[in-house]
């Protein structure tokens, strides 16, 4: 886990989980083809992918991966027309997977030189992902770190031989993970390898020459440095932060560009440049006919700009301004513009929503804005960490609940708030966001989605100005801690069932006009005429 999983991807709308997971997927598949083209795909889609793959562009994106583009890469709106330029046959077939994620593909693939393969994999929230079979075989992978996967025939000597080749000749490289798994004894078999390096050059060559079959997926990514913090826990960030005397924004930075190698000068200027694509798709999606690829939705970014600056609303001008935002970068995302995940796509406007206009109207300084963002960043790898930020598996408190809550905490801090302070921030947003469900309209999230941003906004700022009159969770003694609220999806919300409704349930919540369905019993219609009785 690193703040890129939550701050991030930059990617193309409309859905980090299905568009930007569903392309790294399709990568993977690309990835294990080698030098080969594939001629022949076809997808299996199980769950949500299944039910919504056309209108969040999982199709688009898992063709994308397979011909080796990005989710980043602007040829993923084209990749139906590139694969038929290429020479590339497919099929989607929704069909579900018993017993897998809610966002499950399966690429069974052939390639121009005659080899076949097959590739399973799901996106679990904020465009990451993790492979659970290849070729018949269980792997356990994300593909955040280099991975090597070494295909081979189970025989006595070849894992021998492989750590033998490793000892004498890449000694320097360190295996953070390995793993084997084979069909059956005697058979094909597989080793997994997770590198804190990237692999040099020539060691795939060497693998090979034991008869093994090497690939490396994700070359130049990787860790390679000891974490400070392991980010299981808001409370012990914010000790941490008080212990140091300093902001959480200044420990994430130490910490992460420690983590990841490089110089915290350089990690800062990454973060810039997500802040950057966020102010893009602010104005991009303040102009008008910008229209969603569904065609349900599009230009409330540019009405409430019209509104926020002729009538400047009930809430004042910088409320306005700031729905404004949020709505035009959540228009960005389903119109398939560029985006920055924070921390996916369904609730990507909630941040730029937040923190634009403390920079562009109330004229922070810039590098205060971006540093704000490792704040928001370093409590989201503690959600993502103990509960989750996919709305397909968690609902929309896993989404909008999680990007207002650290779009609170990273005001805060923006204002001079402590590190206790954007805790509780935090903390209230997420009590208010506990249950919240992802309800799909016509099988898609945008609708609901979209609104949420700009409520998101609101709620991130109501939340920070509280904190900030030291209004706590519990101002009389925060006996409620903010921990408590962002752990396992099913402690986030209702009793049972309810906290955890998902973007995969579409046919529980079908309905007439609205999609949001609500059901009360003849019992419950009586109790309720009953107490206004006694009333």
């Known amino acids: 886990m690193n703040i890129f999983n939550i701050i991030g991807p930059v990617m193309i709308g409309p859905s980090s989980s299905h568009t930007a997971g569903a392309c790294r997927i399709g990568r993977v598949a690309n990835k294990l083809a080698g030098d080969a083209r594939i001629i022949r795909a076809r997808i299996q889609l199980s769950g949500s992918f299944a039910r919504t793959y056309r209108g969040h562009g999982t199709d688009n994106a898992i063709l994308a991966g397979i011909l080796g583009y990005y989710s980043w890469s602007e040829e993923l709106r084209d990749s139906m027309r590139i694969a038929a330029e290429r020479g590339l046959s497919y099929e989607f077939v929704p069909e579900d997977i018993s017993g897998a994620h809610p966002n499950t593909a399966r690429i069974y693939y052939e390639c121009d030189n005659g080899k076949q393969g097959m590739v399973e994999g799901a996106s679990i929230g904020g465009g990451n992902i993790q492979i659970t079979n290849i070729d018949g075989m269980e792997v356990n992978f994300t593909g955040d770190n280099n991975t090597l996967l070494i295909l081979h025939h189970d025989r006595p000597g070849v894992i021998a031989a492989v750590t033998q080749l490793m000892y004498e000749k890449y000694a320097d490289l360190n295996i953070g993970n390995f793993r084997l798994s084979r069909k059956e004894k005697g058979g094909e078999a597989m080793m997994m390898l997770e590198l804190d390096q990237a692999p040099p050059e020539g060691m795939i060559e060497d693998l090979n020459k034991i008869k093994c079959g090497a690939h490396g997926l994700n070359p130049g990514a990787g860790l390679t440095g000891d974490a400070m913090i392991q980010y299981n826990s808001i409370q012990e960030i ?79 001008s910088l409320m306005t301004k700031a729905m404004a935002r949020a709505l035009a970068v959540s228009n960005c995302n389903a119109a398939m513009g560029r985006i920055v995940a924070t921390p996916t796509a369904g609730s990507c406007g909630i941040l730029p929503g937040c923190l634009v206009p403390m920079y562009e109207d109330r004229n922070f300084p810039k590098r205060d804005v971006v540093m704000s963002i490792f704040t928001a960043g370093a409590f989201g790898m503690v959600i993502a960490t103990n509960a989750c930020i996919a709305g397909a598996q968690g609902g929309c408190q896993a989404e909008c609940g999680s990007a207002a809550g650290m779009a609170a905490a990273a005001l805060v801090e923006l204002m001079g708030g402590t590190p206790t302070q954007c805790a509780d921030a935090l903390g209230m947003v997420i009590v208010n ?29 109501a939340c920070a100005d509280m904190a900030l009159a030291d209004i706590g969770l519990n101002s009389r003694g925060r006996v409620h801690p903010c921990d408590e609220g962002s752990r396992r999806p099913d402690a986030r919300g209702t009793q049972g069932d309810r906290g955890r409704r998902s973007c995969d349930n579409t046919d529980r919540k079908k309905t007439q006009g609205t999609g949001l369905r609500k059901r009360v019993s003849r019992r419950t219609r009586k109790q309720h005429t009953d107490n206004r009785r006694k009333i």
């Open 238 to 316: 914010v000790e941490a932060a008080e212990k140091a005397g300093i902001k959480i924004s200044e420990l994430c930075l130490k910490d992460q560009a420690a983590q990841l190698g490089i110089s915290e000068e350089d990690l800062y200027r990454e973060l810039e440049k997500d802040f950057d694509v966020m102010i893009e798709a602010a104005d991009w999606g303040q102009q008008p006919g910008r229209i969603s690829r569904s065609g349900l939705t599009g230009e409330e970014g540019y009405r409430m700009k019209q509104y926020a600056e002729t009538k400047g609303g009930l809430t004042g």
């Open 433 to 461: 966001e506990l249950g919240l469900v992802c309800d799909p309209v016509a099988g898609l999230v945008e609708i609901p989605c979209i609104k949420r941003n700009a409520a998101g906004v609101i709620l991130a700022y």
